[in-house]
DNA sequence: CATGAATGAGCATTCATTCAT
DNA sequence: CATGAATGAATGCTCATTCAT
C-alpha cells in the first residue's frame, strides 16, 4: 500500500503549496495584472517557463487561491450552520467573529479574493460567486429571522442590512495590519458587536436623550 | 461678459470631460490595468494617439477622475464639519448618509478609487491617502467625543469604530446597482443607522433579554 | 517700388532665419532625429502645426540649415581659388586656417553637417555631397601639386594626405568650445601647421638627430 | 577540463556576439535611432520580442557594442604604454599606427562610436568618457614630453596638438572603405607620420625656401 | 498667420504561453 | 523536472503631417 496511490506525492502537493503561496502573496501586493509569471517563477527560484509544470495557464494560479480560501470560508459557515439552540443575533455574532478572525489571518487571500475575483472566467467567477451567494443567504436568513422574532425592528431592508454585516467584516483587510495596537480577538469583538448593535438599529433610543437634552 | 476668459474654451473642457467620463466607465467596469488607451479612444470615436493630445499618460486619467472625486468628498466633509450644534451622533449619522447618497450616485468614480488607487505614482497616491486621511480624522473624532461624553461606551477603540463605519458606506460599491428595489435614500437611511448603532454597541443590552429569555 | 517685389518680404526672410537657427541649435543639441518639430516650436514660441507655414517637411529644415551653411564654405574655397600666385603649402595653409575659423564660429552647423547628413533624402544629400567634392579636389590638388614641385615627398598617397588634411580641420567641432584658454585664432594657426607639416611628411628627418643623440 | 563551467556555455556566447554583430552593422548603416528593434530582429532571423531573451532594452546593444569596442581599444594604449626606451615621438608613431589600424579594421564600431555615444544613459556615457579620457591624457602627455625634451616646438598647445592628432586617427572612418586602392597598413603608415609630422611643426623651415625661391 | 484637434504609422517594451532539449 | 529560446499579440507612447476654423 503505496501513498502514491493518491494523485499526488506529499512531496508534489507541498511543491504545490509552495507555488500558490508564492503566487497568493504577489498577487496581494501587486494585484492579479500586476504580477507576470516571471515574478512567480522568480520567487520560487525557478524559469518562467518551468512554472508551467505546475499550472496550465497564469489565471489557474487565481482561481486555485480563490478556491482553497473558500473551502475555509464554507468551513465557518458550516460551523455556524451547527450552532443550533442560539438565537439569531448570537449566531450572527459568532459567525462575524469568526469571519474578521479569518480575514485578519489570511489577508494575501481576502486581499485577492475582493480585487482580482473579475479576473476570473466568467465559468470560474459564477462558481465562486454561487458559493458567496449561501454566505449572504445565511446572513440574510439570519436577519429576517430576528425581524421575524421582533428582535430587531422590521422596517429595515433585511438585504442591506446583510451587505452592512458584510461590510465590516471585509473592509478590515483594507485597514488591519498585523502588529497594531490591537489585538486580532479584540478586533473580532469590536467588528461583531459593531456588526450585530447596526443590525439592532436601536441607536435612536440611546440618543433620544441626549437629543432631547 | 464672456469667460471665454480662461485658459480653456467650454468646448476644450467639455471634450476633457468626456474623456474623464469615457475613462471613468472603463476603468470602474474592467479595472485600471486591464483597460487600453485604445479602449478609452474607442470609445470616444478617435485613435489611440489623438488621445494623447488631452492627456500626457494613462495615469493622468485615473489621477484626474480620482481628484475631481475627491473634490466632491471633500465638499461634503466640508459640509459635515460646518453643522454645529449638533450632536455627534447626529453628525455622525448625517455625514454617513451623504458619503452613501455620493457612493451610490458615483459607482464608477468610486470603485475606481477603493480598486485603482494603487496604480497611481506614490507620488500622487500619497497626496489623495493625505485627502483622506482628514476623513479619517473626523470621523475617529465624532466617535471619540462621543465617547468622551458618555454617549457611546468606551470600552471599544475609536479607529476600529471608525473603520467600520467606513466599511459601511464604502461597501456600498461593492452590491449596491440602481434600479434595484430598494431605492437610495433609503440605502442612506439604513447604512447611516446601522453605522451609528454599531458604534453606540449596545446591542448586548437589547439582546440579554431575549437570550435570558 | 515696393520691396515686396521680392518673392519674400524682409520679415518673412527674418522669420525664417529665426526658424533656421532655432532648428539649428537643437539639431546641434540632440541630434536630428532627436528632436521633433515639437521642439522647434516651443522654441519658436508656436503651435507644432503653425511652423508647418515655414517648412514642408521636416528635412526641410536640416536641408536648408546645410545648404546655407555650404554657401559660407563655397565662399572660403572661392577666396582660395582667388589667392594666386602662393605656393601650394601657402595656400594650402591658408585654406585650412580660413577653414577652422569657419568651423570654430560655426558649431551648430558644423556639428550638424557632420552628424546628420545621411538623414537627409539621397537626392539632396547627393547634392550637398557634390559640393563637398570640389573642396577635396582642391584640397588634393594643392597637395598632388606640392609633391610635383618637389615641396613634399611624394610617396604618400594625396588623397590619403587631403583626407587627414580634412580630419583636422573638421574635428575641430568635436572638441573646441568657446570660452577655453586658447582662442581661435590660436587654434586655426596650429591646425594649419599641424596640416601643413602633416602633408610634408619630414618628421623622421628632424627626429634623426635627436634619436641619434 | 570542460570550460562550460563558466556561466554561459559556449552556443549561448556565439548567439549573444552574433546578435551584437547585426547590431552593429545595423547602427553603423543607419544610426542608432534610425534603427529599430525589429530591424535587428529581421536581420537575426527572430521575432521582435525574442530579442529581449539576450537584451534588456535598445540602449544595451549600443553600450555593449561600445563596451566591447572600447576593451580593444584599451589594450592598444595598454601595448603603447609597454613600450618602453622609445622617444616620444616614435611611442606617438606606433600609437597612431596602431589605432588607424584598429579603426580601418573595425569601420562599424569605430562608426558607432563617433556617431551614437550621446544615445547612451548619462551614466554610461560617463563611464565610456572617463575611458577616452585615458587615451587622450596619454597621447598629450607624449607631446608634452617631446616639447620638454626640445624635440618640438614648445609654442603651440599639447591639448590642441593632441586633438589634431586624434582627428587624424578618428576621422579614417569617414572616408576609409575597405576594397580601395591604398591597403590598410600604407594608410596606417600614411596618418602615422602625418600625425607625428604635424606635431612636429616645422613644415615651415622646409617651406621657407620654396617660398624664398 | 496661427490654432489645436486629429491622423496613422511606427516604436520600444512586456508578457503569457509553447516546446525542443 | 527544468531549461531557455522563441512566439505573437498587445500595450503605452511618439511624432511628422494635415486641415478645418
New interface residues.
Given amino acids: 500500500m503505496r501513498d502514491t496511490a493518491s494523485s499526488e506525492s506529499r512531496a508534489t502537493r507541498r511543491r504545490q503549496a509552495e507555488v500558490l503561496g508564492a503566487a497568493a502573496q504577489l498577487f496581494a501586493t501587486r ?1 492579479y ?2 504580477t507576470t509569471v516571471q515574478d512567480v517563477a522568480d520567487v520560487l527560484g525557478i524559469l518562467k517557463g518551468s512554472l508551467y509544470h505546475y499550472i496550465e495557464t497564469k489565471e489557474d494560479l487565481l482561481y486555485r487561491i480563490l478556491d482553497e480560501a473558500h473551502d475555509e470560508l464554507d468551513a465557518i459557515l458550516a460551523v455556524a450552520r451547527a450552532r443550533e439552540g442560539l ?1 439569531p ?2 449566531r450572527l455574532e459568532a459567525y462575524v467573529r469568526d469571519q474578521v478572525a479569518y480575514h485578519t489571518t489570511h489577508l494575501p487571500e481576502v486581499t485577492i479574493y475582493y ?1 482580482d475575483l ?2 476570473l472566467s466568467p465559468a470560474r467567477r459564477a462558481q465562486i460567486l454561487e458559493r458567496r451567494r449561501l454566505h449572504a443567504e445565511y446572513v440574510q436568513g439570519l436577519i429576517a429571522e430576528a425581524q421575524a ?1 421582533g ?1 430587531i425592528p422590521g422596517d ?2 433585511a ?3 446583510a ?2 454585516v ?3 467584516i ?3 483587510y483594507r ?1 488591519y495590519r498585523p502588529g497594531g ?2 489585538d486580532q480577538e ?2 473580532a469583538d ?2 461583531a ?12 433610543a ?2 433620544v436623550p ?2 432631547a437634552a
Fill in positions: 494585484g495584472s500586476g438565537a443575533l448570537d480585487h473579475d479576473r422574532d428582535l429595515r431592508d438585504g442591506v442590512l451587505n452592512c458584510f461590510a465590516t471585509i473592509w478590515v485597514w495596537s490591537v479584540q478586533i469590536v467588528c458587536r459593531f456588526a450585530v448593535s447596526g443590525v439592532c438599529g436601536d441607536a435612536e440611546s440618543l441626549s437629543a
